[in-house]
């Protein structure tokens, strides 16, 4: 859609071809429908792929400042929002000020309906063919699985922007990465990204509790990454942002993951302040004890694994005793089943490998075939960076198309 506004702006002739009923369903879906479509703080590693200098190079040439003001264009205001808890402290995240997806979506549809790009929906692409200098892209009808009612559409340029394989009720189904495979173009392996993770742990009795806290995924007794931030339980599973960032980098199912509660506080901290809050609170009863510190559901569970009598008062409690709720609460091991598939996933971890394309997005073995988002092999981490990627490679390869038809 930004490829389009910008096609029609330069005055080019473009259709654009969508299978669902309407445009950016997905875009009207993210940030919990308030559109996280950016973020000031721009790193490499806030990417992934196999060539994430590629990738940023591409961010760099269209970063949140330029995407800001494309929105701009657009009607849409920024509403900027400092890092979240615990986040790096440069981290801004950018929402349009409506908070409202929907109406980020629109803006697209409205342009593109005043500069009068044509755009058909319902339409199935089907197959991309060049021939004489010149593209068939074939469609069907959204629904019909037979060629009877299918139409070819002529092109000199294609950009597909057809999404990865996360989400797939939204319409990414990946019908284009097959088309996109048989014309020999190399896709790396794709696996599901930012997504929940599930754990051989039953966490019934924590479903729905929402913590502050940290967020480690270790291999071999190594801690090999961390995040914090909010951490969601759900019956046999974690999510949140921090679980999902992590979610990316899961590979071996032998992985732990290791929970901290206290992430502010070292072990010998902790103790010392368990400690001083029992003296506090000597003369309330022992299942009390974590009330006003963590959610009731979680103080409960903890309590419950230490199988107190019911009579005992918290100064009952022994050395022993607060050892066990220390390590319960700062080093709580949970066993990685899996992550979850691709539709819990918000983004697709690989796709078309960038050493297929030229910097600008071209199909190295298809001159005028150019590609955007997450079809290709980057995805980003939470916090607006996949809407920046897509942003940002679709303004790359149209502006690239642009000034070829103007040269
Ligand atoms: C729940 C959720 C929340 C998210 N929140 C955020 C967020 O806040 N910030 C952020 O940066 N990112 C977010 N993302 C990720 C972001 O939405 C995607 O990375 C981004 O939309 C990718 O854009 P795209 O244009 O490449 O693909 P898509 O948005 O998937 O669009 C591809 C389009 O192509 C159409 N299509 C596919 N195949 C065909 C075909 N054969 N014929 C015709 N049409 C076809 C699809 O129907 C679809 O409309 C979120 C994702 C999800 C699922």
Redesign the pocket.
Known sequence: ?LAAVMAGRAGLSVLV????DS?????S????G??????LYQSIECYRGSDTEASFKIIQKFGPDKIIDFMRSLGIEPYKRCGREFDDARKVYVYPASES?ADFTEAFQVEMNALKVKHKTR????GIEKKEGCFNVT?IP?GEEDMTNAFSYKSRFVLV????L??PE???????LK?VKNSGIKVSKMTPA?TKIYTKENLQNLAGVRMTGKISLMHEERVYTKEVGEIQFGTKAVSGIPAMQLSSLINDRNDLLLLDFFPNMSDNETMTYLEERRRRLKWHPAASFLKGLFPPKFGAYILEKLALKKSLTVDELKIDDLSKIKDLTKYMLLHIDKKGDFGE????HGGILLSECTKNLEAKNVSGLYF?????DT??I?????????FA??YTAIQEIINKLHE
């Not at 445009?23 to 875009?27: A, E, F, H, S």
């Not at 308030?34 to 973020?39: D, E, G, L, M, V």
């Not at 939470?382 to 897509?390: M, R, V």
Request: hydrophobic content about 35%; charged content about 10%; overall charge negative.
């Open positions: 859609m071809l969508e299978h669902n445009y950016g369903k997905k875009l879906v993210t940030g919990n308030k559109c996280n479509y950016t973020n997806a339409l199935h692409v089907c469609t959204s922007s057809a999404g990865g996360a989400a939204t319409g990414s189904d990946g019908s284009m088309i930012l996933a918000q983004v697709t955007a988002g997450e079809i290709l995805d980003g939470c916090g607006g960076y996949n809407l920046t990627w897509a490679s679709a």
